[in-house]
């Protein structure tokens, strides 16, 4: 459901993706209209101005051509009109003007096959007789006939003026200029003057021939050749012959003349109209490329996602649910079970599993609790659900409607599975707001009850284990509070040397001093530290307890005895663990060789190279190590030889057994010899009576511990008993 939600959730996204996607491009291509027509006016302008430079450049290099030669000739001294002429011929021979020559004060013109023409009447005459340098709008040459633009210069001789040198040059030349065309050949330009007049026409196939004067053009804003006048350039729209255009104007700086570029409209349109077919092409591409890997995404997401569920919820051993998965299943099913409907949450394990997996091997050990889970998987309903959870832990789920339906369903599995023995916890489900984990920790509670009883396969959680839980519920409520106020409180044991009939040392345990008059049993919270980690702490409050004794024994003179602390397997693989030790022995000034560290002989085992490695780094720097309860689990005489120890303590199983005492003793003497030989010392614990001592000082044992000597004593009472103050 959740994965489902999160498939809706990315689908939506991406459609959201798409849809502003989608809105981004329709406003692009609705502006791209504006922006098109923007840089179409940009770049009319720009082609006017390029044609400006072009066409400014060419005829001021003409005119200033023509003042040359008037500057050349002004040296002369005597002004000679023959010679001037002559002169004047010889450029024209070598000029591109077509013909060049010289106009008298009095309008009489003089050139090649030009004499005494009239040119008083011409604009360019007047201007240049007066000292202005210019060139004409194109005019008619009187001689031939051709449209030409004439240049005029005045000739000066002594500082007056004496004749204008005048040159005709084909007006062709500004067409080529003109007939650049842009705009896949759709624009053209023309030259007109500050009040519209045609100057120098287009015969391009768009310009109208009819049209000399730009004042017949319709122009859609309010525009006067005034414009041209103060702005100089600039584009307006108009409507010519029922056609659209956009008209770009530029000065050219002579003669008030304009160089005017224009194109259609439509033409514009054709481009915007491309480029937003190109817009709208590209746009459905890019939305299935994007649905596409969309689409690809969630379809790789959705099969990672199966890989990492099976991953998640598979226990690779049976192949059906774990943990994680059986508690999921059972909250979705105790949530859809109505008011009627009755669960029991059902834990068991195979007794004694570590033996048979060291026997028979961890691959017989996986086949059994495949088969169990195949049982298992046969037997339960739709409304129900199962797993291993641990090892060889499973849980079950169970839908009943009497006790007498749990017990048969439990019967059914043992028999289903009888090449093993069973023990079973049931817990009745009635408080649903509880976690699925706690009632696998209250059935778990019942199975514990009757763990390793052959006669009883199961138990229920009853009022007594639940009394269990709210004692524990209360010490992980106190505990921290506890430690603050000083509640832990250290006794030391006495250890006996029975050879030489002295205390030689001591253990330090701890006792919970819970209320003035009330404590809390070692074996109620001990427990229940070590399952919540809260051990080390004791742990390391137990070692400084002992620091101080010994430094408060030193400060009285007194030589201490060593004293032996026990630490969990958990405080041994915290990397920290040296540090500690050594920092809190360092504060008190202790001699590390008067610390004993303990751990049992059943966290010996699991990552043994870790807890080896801790041992032989702390036996290294002076403590002493030792192992307590050897023999009380499945002690391996072989693996002394690799254990870094100091002292081994023998567990008080070796001791109970009085009716086989002579094969106890054999056993106790082989034990106790083989340790010593391995250079280890022997503590035998747990002794309460004379037959004991005296079987271990038959068995060459030293030192021991137990009743029989003393209890464990709160530190004054110890102090009276070992040093006698």
């Known amino acids: 459901?959740?994965?489902?939600?999160?498939?809706?959730?990315?689908?939506?996204?991406?459609?959201?993706?798409?849809?502003?996607?989608?809105?981004?491009?329709?406003?692009?291509?609705?502006?791209?209209?504006?922006?098109?027509?923007?840089?179409?006016?940009?770049?009319?302008?720009?082609?006017?101005?390029?044609?400006?430079?072009?066409?400014?450049?060419?005829?001021?290099?003409?005119?200033?051509?023509?003042?040359s030669i008037s500057k050349f000739l002004e040296i002369e001294d005597n002004f000679n009109l023959e010679k001037t002429l002559k002169i004047l011929e010889s450029y024209n021979k070598n000029s591109n003007y077509n013909n060049i020559g010289m106009i008298l004060p009095n309008g009489k013109g003089y050139a090649k096959g030009i004499f005494g023409t009239d040119f008083s009447d011409r604009d360019y005459f007047k201007l240049a007789i007066k000292g202005t340098a210019n060139i004409s709008k194109p005019l008619i040459d009187k001689d031939t006939g051709k449209l030409t633009k004439t240049y005029a210069v005045p000739l000066y001789n002594n500082g007056k003026i004496v004749a204008v040198i005048a040159a005709d040059y084909d007006v062709e030349f500004v067409s080529e200029f003109l007939s650049i065309s842009t705009f896949n050949g759709e624009s053209f330009s023309l030259i007109c003057d500050s009040n519209g007049e045609i100057i120098i026409p287009s015969y391009h196939k768009n310009s109208n021939s009819n049209i000399t004067n730009l004042s017949q053009v319709n122009f859609k804003k309010a525009f006067t050749f005034k414009n041209m006048k103060i702005s100089d350039k600039g584009v307006v729209e108009a409507k010519e012959?029922?056609?659209?255009?956009?008209?770009?104007?530029?000065?050219?700086?002579?003669?008030?003349?304009?160089?005017?570029?224009?194109?259609?409209?439509?033409?514009?349109?054709?481009?915007?109209?491309?480029?937003m077919m190109i817009t709208i092409i590209g746009w459905?591409?890019?939305?299935?490329?994007?649905?596409?890997?969309?689409?690809?995404?969630?379809?790789?997401?959705?099969?990672?996602?199966?890989?990492?569920?099976?991953?998640?919820?598979?226990?690779?051993?049976?192949?059906?649910?774990?943990?994680?998965?059986?508690?999921?299943?059972?909250?979705?099913?105790?949530?859809?079970?109505?008011?009627?409907d009755k669960h029991a949450m059902v834990t068991f394990d195979i007794d004694k599993f570590k033996a048979i997996n060291d026997i028979y091997g961890h691959k017989k050990g996986n086949l059994i609790l495949k088969d169990i889970a195949d049982t298992?998987?046969?037997?339960?309903?739709?409304?129900?659900?199962?797993?291993?959870?641990?090892?060889?832990?499973?849980?079950?789920?169970?839908?009943?409607?009497?006790?007498?339906?749990?017990?048969?369903?439990?019967?059914?599995?043992?028999?289903?599975n009888d090449f093993v023995n069973l023990s079973f916890g049931i817990y009745e489900i009635k408080d649903k707001n509880l976690s699925i984990s706690a009632y696998s920790d209250r059935a778990s509670l019942a199975k514990l009850s009757i763990k390793n009883n052959r006669d009883i396969n199961f138990a229920f959680f009853n009022d007594k284990l639940r009394d269990k839980l709210l004692l524990e519920d209360k010490i992980e409520k106190e505990m921290e509070y506890a430690l603050e106020n000083n509640q832990f409180i250290m006794y030391l044991q006495p250890k006996y040397n029975i050879k030489s009939d002295k205390f030689c040392g001591s253990e330090a345990l701890v006792r919970w001093q819970y209320t003035e008059k009330e404590f809390i049993y070692p074996s109620d919270f001990i427990p229940i530290f070590e399952k919540n980690g809260f051990i080390t702490k004791i742990d390391m409050y137990i070692l400084e307890q002992a620091c101080k004794e010994i430094r408060t024994l030193f400060?009285?003179?007194?030589?201490?005895?060593?004293?032996?602390?026990?630490?969990?397997?958990?405080?041994?693989?915290?990397?920290?663990?040296i540090t500690k030790i050594v920092n809190i022995c360092d504060k008190y000034k202790i001699p590390y060789s008067l610390?004993?560290?303990?751990?049992?002989?059943?966290?010996?085992?699991?990552?043994?190279?870790?807890?080896?490695?801790?041992?032989?780094?702390?036996?290294?720097?002076?403590?002493?190590?030792?192992?307590?309860?050897?023999?009380?689990?499945?002690?391996?005489?072989?693996?002394?030889?690799?254990?870094?120890?100091?002292?081994?303590?023998?567990?008080?199983?070796?001791?109970?057994?009085?009716?086989?005492?002579?094969?106890?003793?054999?056993?106790?003497?082989?034990?106790?010899?083989?340790?010593?030989?391995?250079?280890?010392?022997?503590?035998?614990?747990?002794?309460?009576?004379?037959?004991?001592?005296?079987?271990?000082?038959?068995?060459?044992?030293?030192?021991?511990?137990?009743?029989?000597?003393?209890?464990?004593?709160?530190?004054?009472?110890?102090?009276?008993?070992?040093?006698?103050?």
């Open 1 to 67: 459901m959740k994965y489902s939600r999160q498939i809706l959730k990315s689908i939506l996204i991406a459609f959201m993706v798409l849809f502003f996607f989608s809105v981004f491009a329709f406003f692009y291509i609705s502006n791209m209209d504006n922006v098109l027509e923007y840089e179409t006016k940009n770049y009319l302008s720009e082609i006017s101005e390029e044609s400006k430079i072009a066409i400014n450049s060419k005829l001021k290099s003409n005119l200033n051509e023509l003042e």
């Open 241 to 275: 012959s029922g056609k659209e255009i956009y008209m770009a104007y530029t000065s050219l700086g002579i003669n008030d003349w304009f160089i005017i570029s224009i194109v259609p409209k439509i033409v514009v349109s054709k481009k915007l109209n491309n480029l």
């Open 284 to 340: 459905i591409i890019l939305s299935f490329l994007f649905l596409g890997v969309i689409l690809y995404i969630l379809y790789s997401k959705a099969k990672s996602q199966k890989t990492i569920e099976k991953i998640a919820y598979t226990d690779l051993v049976t192949g059906y649910s774990n943990w994680r998965k059986f508690e999921s299943d059972a909250i979705n099913l105790l949530k859809k079970a109505s008011q009627n």
């Open 376 to 416: 298992l998987n046969n037997m339960t309903h739709d409304n129900e659900t199962f797993a291993r959870v641990s090892s060889d832990n499973f849980n079950i789920l169970l839908k009943y409607n009497t006790k007498e339906d749990i017990v048969n369903t439990i019967k059914k599995i043992i028999i289903s």
């Open 555 to 577: 400060d009285k003179g007194i030589l201490p005895l060593p004293i032996s602390v026990n630490f969990s397997r958990v405080d041994f693989l915290k990397k920290d663990f």
């Open 595 to 725: 610390i004993e560290i303990e751990i049992t002989e059943s966290s010996m085992f699991g990552d043994t190279d870790t807890l080896f490695d801790v041992s032989r780094r702390l036996q290294d720097i002076g403590f002493i190590i030792s192992m307590d309860d050897f023999g009380s689990g499945y002690s391996s005489v072989n693996m002394l030889k690799n254990i870094p120890l100091n002292v081994i303590k023998l567990d008080r199983g070796f001791f109970i057994d009085d009716k086989n005492i002579d094969k106890s003793q054999i056993v106790i003497k082989s034990i106790v010899s083989l340790i010593k030989q391995l250079g280890i010392r022997v503590v035998a614990e747990g002794i309460e009576t004379k037959s004991q001592v005296e079987m271990l000082r038959e068995a060459n044992c030293d030192i021991i511990q137990g009743y029989y000597f003393s209890k464990p004593l709160p530190v004054k009472e110890f102090e009276k008993l070992v040093y006698k103050i």
